[in-house]
């Protein structure tokens, strides 16, 4: 890696973290691939974004948008774009095909979400492009994966969210099934491939082959339905809509109080008497209708006996004195807006929130859920404009000369 660095000169000291050194060619757009290598470069990777000269990525016309005398950019493609070099090359060109071939040759990564087949379409499938870089992990992230009898079907979130069987368990029982409130699909497909793509890399690294990693959005998702598989492998019982409740565990879900709700899971009996004895009344945690985990289970007595106590005992308090009560005793939570989210004192000791440049602003945007002890987190760069680095990274990482690359954008190859 030290070499590579060193043929790219002033990359060296762009980003630390252990991903420093690290090259990582980012075919992607929207969010199923952008928030992977978002994390890459978060973690030190030097991330160059390709997009297409007159097509590029259009999560940039998503709101919310930050505007300045200059130019109108979108929030949302900022906060999984940033920290990341930008290029543009047009793939289904000949001289944007060679181009990328060059630069494949000298990078570590290549991340792409287009449906499987485009690429081998393209004739930059992982056969060719590892022929050019034996070493290169080349991750690749769709709707239904690079086999079996659905791998070619087109694919967004809610693919991901229905097929993978999620969608059918999220709601309440008395109504259709409902989304779940975030796209939960394409965000977890990310992950799975970030953590792919480490471990891909840490095997190139000691044996000197790359590999393809291959992740579905509906795989992913079918990983997050926790407890859903097993109940029908073991009891053929199928998973519905439950609303706020757990299948089996209670009291475990939302409760309202004085100014919104609250999440209490103090469904243990230790955690149950420590509840009673907050509420002054310690003789419920030795009642015998309710003074055991497994009684406390039983559908009927969780919602005739548990439910009204819990009720009428948070009915007297705010969320936040009904957090101050809990303390560290037993497991309650403000179920916050996104805003009290934000300005939560923890959140910030966590510093996750940061400030990422954009339109000549500072927008906090979510930051790096890993904490490592050996690093020091340091600022956000802006997510870059279409092919801002097209002179710097196609001059330092594929040799180009400045005529070369003026020839190449004439010809609309960049």
């Not at 259009?58 to 949302?76: D, G, H, I, K």
């Not at 009673?276 to 030795?286: G, K, R, V, W, Y």
Request: one cysteine or more; a negative charge.
């Amino acid at each position: 890696m030290t070499e590579k660095l060193d043929e790219i000169g002033s990359w060296r000291s762009r980003r630390s973290g252990p991903l420093a050194g690290v090259t990582v060619l980012d075919i992607t757009r929207v969010v199923a691939g952008p928030f992977c290598s978002m994390l890459l470069a978060d973690l030190g990777a030097t991330v160059i974004k390709v997009e297409h000269p007159d097509e590029p990525d259009y999560a940039r016309t998503f709101p919310p948008f930050v505007s300045s005398e200059e130019a109108q950019l979108s929030a949302f493609f900022t906060q999984f774009n940033r920290n990341k070099l930008g290029v543009t090359l047009n793939l289904k060109s000949p001289e944007g095909k060679e181009l990328l071939r060059k630069l494949v040759a000298k990078v570590d990564i290549l991340v792409e979400n287009f449906r499987p087949g485009t690429m081998e379409k393209l004739g930059l499938g992982y056969e060719v492009l590892s022929a050019v870089n034996p070493r290169l992990v080349y991750t690749g992230i769709s709707g239904f994966g690079r086999t079996g009898p659905n791998a070619s079907k087109p694919a967004y979130d809610n693919t991901g969210q229905a097929a993978g069987g999620l969608w059918s368990m999220n709601g309440y029982a008395d109504r259709p099934p409902v989304r779940v409130g975030t796209i939960i699909g394409d965000l977890s497909a990310s992950l799975y491939a970030a953590i792919g793509t480490i471990a891909a890399l840490r095997e190139a690294e000691r044996t000197g082959k790359g590999q393809v990693v291959d992740v579905s959005q509906q795989d992913s998702v079918l990983t997050l339905t926790e407890n859903a598989v097993v109940r029908y492998t073991a009891q053929k019982e199928v998973a519905s809509p439950l609303g706020n409740d757990h299948p089996f565990v209670r009291p475990y879900g939302q409760f309202p109080c004085k100014d919104g709700y609250v999440f209490f899971g103090g469904y243990t009996d230790k955690f149950w008497a420590i509840t009673c004895a907050l509420f002054d009344e310690p003789e419920n945690a030795i009642d015998p209708e309710i003074d055991t985990m497994e009684k406390r289970f039983d559908p009927v007595v969780a919602e005739t006996k548990v439910k009204p106590l819990l009720e009428r005992w948070f009915s007297s308090y705010t969320k936040a004195e009904l957090e101050e009560m809990a303390g560290d005793k037993v497991p309650l939570s403000a179920i916050k807006t996104i805003a009290e989210v934000v300005e939560d004192p923890h959140i910030a000791a966590r510093n996750m929130i940061v400030d990422v440049p954009i339109a000549g602003k500072l927008i906090g945007m979510f930051g790096l859920p890993i904490k490592l002890s050996g690093r020091e987190e340091e600022p956000n760069e802006k997510a870059p404009g279409p092919g801002e680095h097209n002179g710097l990274v196609f001059s330092k990482l594929a040799g180009l000369a400045e005529d070369e690359i003026e020839k190449l954008k004439a010809a609309g190859a960049i």
